[in-house]
């Protein structure tokens, strides 16, 4: 079973390189949307938390 999750890592990092260089205005966007969406999460999980010491 580890070739086979080799192979499928390996597909992945191939089709993001092929995505970079072929749209790379909308692998920005894509990036983007990603950290804007961890970004928000953490301040989801502070505002959680400032709102149990209240």
Do not use: H
Request: proline share 2%; hydrophobic share 60%.
């Amino acid at each position: 079973m580890k070739w086979v999750k080799r192979i499928a890592i390996g597909l992945v990092v191939v089709f993001a390189l092929f995505y970079m260089i072929t749209r790379p205005e909308d692998a920005a966007n894509a990036v983007q949307g990603a950290v804007g969406a961890v970004f928000n999460a953490a301040e989801s999980v502070g505002r959680f938390f400032t709102s149990l010491a209240a």
